[in-house]
C-alpha cells in the first residue's frame, strides 16, 4: 500500500487571517499553508475552493481544505492520516452541521457505534474535507464549467456523485465550526455546531467495515422533523415529514404521541421547561425526530434486549453528546446562541426519552406485538391529471401511508378509454390542473362529466374531483341524479406546489434562482392560492381513511392569494437574501382580484372534513429549496 502524504491548505478571506493563523498554529507544524481570497472585495463564490483544492503539491497522496474557522480536535493530522489509510480512495468529512441530514446520519452512526457513515444527499460539508490527490486536483475545472453560481459545498456534493467519489463523515466529528459571522451571507442559518464533537478521539481504529451507509436520515432542522429516505430499487432520495415517514417506516402514531403526553406528565419540571420556552408544535416535532432517530438507532444498533442498548447508550459519552445537539440545531434558526445553551439540558432530557422511546417502539413491532396505529387501507386509488408530475407525487406519497395507489396520465383523446380501463379501482382522484382550468367552463363541465362517465361504467364508487387551479368559476353540475352513479368530493384548494413538481413553476423558478444568489425579477403581478402537495396528500389520505364516501362540494383555499411580491420576500428570508427587481408596475401597488378576496372574505366551508394545511409558505418553500438543491434530478 502506497503510504499517505497529506497535505493540508486554510482558505482565508483577509478579513480572517489572524483567525486563521490562529487555525495554522493549532495544527501539527508545517501541515497548512494559507490560499487566500483572490478577490476579497467581491461576493464570495467559488473561487477560493478552486484555488485551495488546486494546490495539491505534487509529492501529497491527499489533499485537506479547512474553512478558516474550522477549529480541529488534538492529533487532528495524524487522525487525518490514519483514515486516508483505511479509505484511500473516499472523501472524508470531518465535520457535520448539527441540523443537517449528514449530522443526522452521525447520529445513527453514534447509536449504532460506527467509525463513520456515508453522506446523505445535500450539500458535502466542506468546513474540514480531505479528498485524494487527483480527486482534489479534478474540483477547479468541474467547478468552472458547472458551478453556476452554487455555493461550493453544493458544486462539491455534484463534482463527487460526477465522480464517483463516495463520501465518508467520521463519527465523532473531529472539528468544530467556529462562530464567526458569515462571509457567504448564511448567518440567517443561526449558529453552526457540529452533531457529535470528540475533542480528542483516542486511539479506536479507522476500519471500513465499521459503517454505516443508512437508508433513511432522521433529522431536526426549522423545527421539524423530516427524514431523507433512499427508496429501494428505484436510484432516488427524497426528504419528507413525519405525516410520510411514519407510516412508511411502520411507526405506531398514536404511541408516539401518546408517549410524549407521558413524558411530559411524569415529570411536571420538564413539561414546564419544555411548554414555556417552545410552541406545541415545535415539541411535537422535536418529540417525531428523537423517536424516530431511537427506532432506527434499535435498527441499526442491534441486539434483541432493548433495555441492554438504552443503557450502552447512556453510558456513551459520545451518544449523549450526539443527541444532546438535536434539539439546539433544530432551532438554531429560532433562538440566540446563548439561549440554545440555556435550553440544552431541557432539550436534551426530552430528546433522550424520545429516542429510548422509539427504540422500544421498534423492539417490540419485532417481536410482533400489536400496535395501536392507523388501521391500514384496504382501497386501491387512481390519480388521473394532465400534469404527470403531479400524478406522480400524489402517488409516491400516498403508497408511503399505506395506501394502494397508481398514477394515470390524462390525454384528451384517451380520457374515456383510459379511466373505462381501471378496473379494479376504488377511487379516482382526478386533479383539474391550470391548463385544464383555462378551458371555457362548458369545456370544464364537459371534461368533469366524461370523467364522471366513463368512472360509473367502470364501477368507482368514488370520485374525488380536485381544482388545483386559479378559477373561480363554479363546478359544474350533474343536472338529475343517475343511478349508480359515484359519490362525488368537488375540492377547490388552489395552486399545487412542493417538492417532486417539475415543468414551468414561478416557485420553482424564483426559489431556483435565490439557491444561486441571482436577482430575482418580477415581471407579473400574478396571485395564487397555494397549497402544498404534501397538504393535498394529508387530505386524500384522510379521505380515503373515512370509510363512507359522500357527495360534497368543498372550497378549502385555506389562505388569500400570494402575489409575487410577498412571495419573493418570503424566499428571500427563508432560501437566501437576495435583490429584487421589478419590471410590472411601481413596487407597493398590489392590486387585488376582488372575486379572489371576496371568495375568501368568510373563510372556507368545511363540510365534515377536519382538515386545515400543516404547511405554512415559509416551511413550504424550504422544502422546494431543499429539493431542487439536493434532489432533484432536474435542476433547472
Same mark, same amino acid.
Given at each position: 500500500?502506497?503510504?499517505?502524504?497529506?497535505?493540508?491548505?486554510?482558505?482565508?478571506?483577509p478579513?480572517?487571517?489572524?483567525?486563521?493563523?490562529?487555525?495554522?498554529?493549532?495544527?501539527r507544524?508545517?501541515?497548512l499553508?494559507?490560499?487566500?481570497?483572490?478577490?476579497?472585495?467581491?461576493?464570495?463564490?467559488?473561487?477560493?475552493?478552486?484555488?485551495?483544492?488546486?494546490?495539491? #503539491?505534487?509529492?501529497?497522496?491527499?489533499?485537506?481544505?479547512?474553512?478558516?474557522?474550522?477549529?480541529?480536535?488534538?492529533?487532528?493530522?495524524?487522525?487525518?492520516?490514519?483514515?486516508?489509510?483505511a479509505?484511500?480512495?473516499?472523501?472524508?468529512?470531518?465535520?457535520?452541521?448539527?441540523?443537517?441530514?449528514?449530522?443526522?446520519?452521525?447520529r445513527?452512526?453514534?447509536?449504532?457505534?460506527?467509525?463513520?457513515?456515508?453522506?446523505?444527499?445535500?450539500?458535502?460539508p466542506?468546513?474540514?474535507?480531505?479528498?485524494?490527490?487527483?480527486?482534489a486536483?479534478?474540483?477547479?475545472?468541474?467547478?468552472?464549467? @458547472?458551478?453556476?453560481?452554487?455555493?461550493d459545498?453544493?458544486?462539491?456534493?455534484?463534482?463527487?456523485?460526477?465522480?464517483?467519489?463516495?463520501?465518508?463523515?467520521?463519527?465523532?466529528?473531529?472539528?468544530?465550526h467556529?462562530?464567526?459571522?458569515?462571509?457567504?451571507?448564511?448567518?440567517? @442559518?443561526?449558529?453552526?455546531?457540529?452533531?457529535?464533537?470528540?475533542?480528542?478521539?483516542?486511539?479506536?481504529?479507522?476500519?471500513?467495515?465499521?459503517?454505516?451507509?443508512?437508508?433513511?436520515?432522521?433529522?431536526?432542522?426549522?423545527?421539524?422533523?423530516?427524514?431523507?429516505?433512499?427508496?429501494?430499487?428505484?436510484?432516488r432520495?427524497?426528504?419528507?415529514?413525519?405525516r410520510?415517514?411514519?407510516?412508511?417506516?411502520?411507526?405506531?402514531?398514536?404511541?408516539?404521541?401518546?408517549?410524549?403526553?407521558?413524558?411530559?406528565?411524569?415529570?411536571?419540571?420538564?413539561a414546564?421547561?419544555?411548554?414555556?420556552?417552545?410552541?406545541?408544535?415545535?415539541?411535537e416535532?422535536?418529540?417525531?425526530?428523537?423517536?424516530?432517530l431511537?427506532?432506527?438507532?434499535?435498527?441499526?444498533?442491534?441486539?434483541?434486549?432493548?433495555?441492554?442498548?438504552?443503557?450502552?447508550?447512556?453510558?456513551?459519552?459520545?451518544?449523549?453528546?450526539?443527541?444532546?445537539t438535536?434539539?439546539?440545531?433544530?432551532l438554531c434558526?429560532?433562538?440566540? &446562541?446563548?439561549?440554545?445553551?440555556?435550553?440544552s439540558?431541557?432539550l436534551?432530557?426530552?430528546?433522550?426519552?424520545?429516542?429510548?422511546?422509539?427504540?422500544?417502539?421498534?423492539?417490540?413491532?419485532?417481536?410482533?406485538?400489536?400496535?395501536?396505529?392507523?388501521?391500514?387501507?384496504?382501497?386501491?386509488?387512481?390519480?388521473?391529471?394532465?400534469?404527470?408530475?403531479?400524478?406522480?407525487?400524489?402517488?409516491?406519497?400516498l403508497?408511503?401511508?399505506?395506501?394502494?395507489?397508481?398514477?394515470?396520465?390524462?390525454?384528451?383523446?384517451?380520457?374515456?378509454?383510459?379511466?373505462?380501463?381501471?378496473?379494479?379501482?376504488?377511487?379516482?382522484?382526478?386533479?383539474?390542473?391550470?391548463?385544464?382550468?383555462?378551458?371555457?367552463?362548458?369545456?370544464?363541465?364537459q371534461?368533469?362529466?366524461?370523467?364522471?362517465?366513463?368512472?360509473?361504467?367502470?364501477?368507482?364508487?368514488?370520485?374525488?374531483?380536485?381544482?388545483?387551479?386559479? &378559477?373561480?368559476?363554479?363546478?359544474?353540475?350533474?343536472?338529475?341524479p343517475?343511478?349508480?352513479?359515484?359519490?362525488?368530493?368537488?375540492?377547490?384548494?388552489?395552486?399545487?406546489?412542493?417538492?417532486?413538481?417539475?415543468?414551468?413553476?414561478p416557485?420553482?423558478?424564483?426559489?431556483?434562482?435565490?439557491?444561486?444568489?441571482?436577482?430575482?425579477?418580477?415581471?407579473?403581478?400574478?396571485?395564487? @392560492?397555494?397549497?402544498?402537495?404534501?397538504?393535498?396528500?394529508?387530505?386524500?389520505?384522510?379521505?380515503?381513511?373515512?370509510?363512507?364516501?359522500?357527495?360534497?362540494?368543498?372550497?378549502?383555499? @385555506?389562505?388569500?392569494?400570494?402575489?409575487?411580491?410577498?412571495?419573493?420576500?418570503?424566499?428571500?428570508?427563508?432560501?437566501? #437574501?437576495?435583490?429584487?427587481?421589478?419590471?410590472?408596475?411601481?413596487?407597493?401597488?398590489?392590486?387585488?382580484?376582488?372575486?379572489?378576496e371576496?371568495?375568501?372574505?368568510?373563510g372556507?366551508?368545511?363540510?365534515?372534513?377536519?382538515?386545515?394545511?400543516?404547511?405554512?409558505?415559509?416551511?413550504?418553500?424550504?422544502?422546494?429549496?431543499?429539493?431542487?438543491?439536493?434532489?432533484?434530478?432536474?435542476?433547472?
Open positions: 500500500m502506497t503510504p499517505i502524504r497529506l497535505s493540508g491548505a486554510v482558505m482565508v478571506h478579513r480572517r487571517m489572524e483567525a486563521a493563523l490562529g487555525l495554522v498554529r493549532s495544527a507544524r508545517g501541515f499553508d494559507i490560499v487566500l481570497d483572490p478577490e476579497p472585495e467581491a461576493p464570495v463564490s467559488l473561487r477560493t475552493a478552486m484555488r485551495a483544492w488546486a494546490s495539491v #503539491p505534487r509529492w501529497a497522496t491527499h489533499h485537506l481544505v479547512l474553512e478558516d474557522d474550522a477549529q480541529l480536535s488534538s492529533g487532528f493530522a495524524e487522525q487525518a492520516e490514519r483514515a486516508a489509510t479509505a484511500p480512495d473516499d472523501a472524508i468529512a470531518f465535520y457535520s452541521n448539527w441540523n443537517a441530514r449528514n449530522g443526522g446520519a452521525v445513527l452512526g453514534a447509536l449504532a457505534g460506527a467509525r463513520w457513515v456515508t453522506s446523505a444527499a445535500e450539500y458535502t466542506t468546513v474540514a474535507l480531505m479528498l485524494p490527490a487527483d480527486i486536483e479534478g474540483f477547479a475545472p468541474y467547478a468552472r464549467r @458547472h458551478g453556476d453560481e452554487w455555493p459545498d453544493v458544486v462539491m456534493a455534484r463534482y463527487l456523485g460526477h465522480a464517483g467519489v463516495r463520501t465518508l463523515i467520521a463519527v465523532p466529528n473531529l472539528v468544530q467556529g462562530d464567526l459571522p458569515s462571509l457567504s451571507g448564511n448567518d440567517f @442559518h443561526g449558529l453552526r455546531l457540529a452533531a457529535c464533537l470528540a475533542p480528542d478521539p483516542g486511539d479506536r481504529p479507522w476500519c471500513l467495515s465499521d459503517l454505516v451507509d443508512p437508508a433513511v436520515v432522521p433529522y431536526f432542522e426549522f423545527g421539524v422533523a423530516q427524514c431523507q429516505i433512499t427508496y429501494p430499487g428505484q436510484g432520495r427524497l426528504t419528507v415529514g413525519s410520510r415517514f411514519a407510516p412508511y417506516l411502520g411507526i405506531d402514531t398514536v404511541r408516539c404521541s401518546t408517549e410524549l403526553v407521558q413524558a411530559l406528565t411524569s415529570d411536571p419540571g420538564l414546564h421547561s419544555i411548554s414555556s420556552a417552545l410552541p406545541s408544535r415545535t415539541v416535532e422535536l418529540w417525531n425526530a428523537a423517536y424516530v431511537g427506532f432506527l438507532g434499535q435498527r441499526h444498533g442491534g441486539g434483541d434486549d432493548v433495555e441492554k442498548q438504552i443503557a450502552t447508550w447512556r453510558s456513551d459519552p459520545l451518544v449523549d453528546s450526539a443527541l444532546h438535536l434539539g439546539p440545531g433544530g434558526t429560532s433562538f440566540a &446562541g446563548q439561549d440554545l445553551f440555556r435550553l439540558g431541557t436534551g432530557e426530552l430528546t433522550w426519552r424520545g429516542v429510548c422511546a422509539g427504540a422500544r417502539m421498534r423492539a417490540d413491532t419485532q417481536r410482533g406485538q400489536r400496535t395501536t396505529g392507523r388501521k391500514q387501507p384496504s382501497l386501491t386509488v387512481s390519480i388521473a391529471s394532465t400534469n404527470p408530475s403531479l400524478a406522480h407525487c400524489l402517488v409516491n406519497d403508497t408511503d401511508r399505506g395506501h394502494q395507489a397508481r398514477g394515470v396520465f390524462l390525454e384528451d383523446e384517451e380520457v374515456g378509454g383510459t379511466i373505462s380501463s381501471l378496473g379494479g379501482t376504488d377511487v379516482l382522484v382526478y386533479a383539474l390542473c391550470s391548463a385544464d382550468a383555462s378551458d371555457p367552463p362548458l369545456s370544464r363541465a371534461r368533469c362529466e366524461e370523467v364522471l362517465s366513463h368512472a360509473r361504467s367502470a364501477s368507482i364508487g368514488h370520485v374525488v374531483l380536485m381544482d388545483l387551479s386559479e &378559477g373561480n368559476a363554479d363546478w359544474p353540475t350533474s343536472g338529475e343517475v343511478p349508480d352513479s359515484p359519490a362525488v368530493t368537488w375540492l377547490r384548494l388552489g395552486t399545487p406546489y412542493g417538492p417532486e413538481l417539475t415543468g414551468p413553476s416557485i420553482n423558478s424564483l426559489v431556483h434562482r435565490a439557491l444561486r444568489r441571482q436577482t430575482l425579477v418580477l415581471g407579473s403581478e400574478a396571485r395564487f @392560492h397555494l397549497v402544498h402537495v404534501w397538504d393535498i396528500a394529508e387530505l386524500l389520505d384522510q379521505l380515503l381513511r373515512s370509510g363512507s364516501p359522500t357527495s360534497a362540494r368543498c372550497d378549502l383555499r @385555506h389562505s388569500r392569494p400570494v402575489g409575487l411580491r410577498d412571495l419573493a420576500s418570503v424566499i428571500g428570508e427563508v432560501v437566501h #437574501p437576495v435583490d429584487t427587481v421589478f419590471t410590472c408596475e411601481a413596487p407597493g401597488d398590489h392590486p387585488t382580484d376582488p372575486d379572489a371576496a371568495s375568501d372574505a368568510t372556507p366551508p368545511q363540510h365534515g372534513l377536519a382538515w386545515a394545511p400543516a404547511l405554512d409558505l415559509p416551511e413550504g418553500i424550504r422544502t422546494v429549496a431543499q429539493w431542487l438543491a439536493y434532489e432533484a434530478e432536474d435542476r433547472q
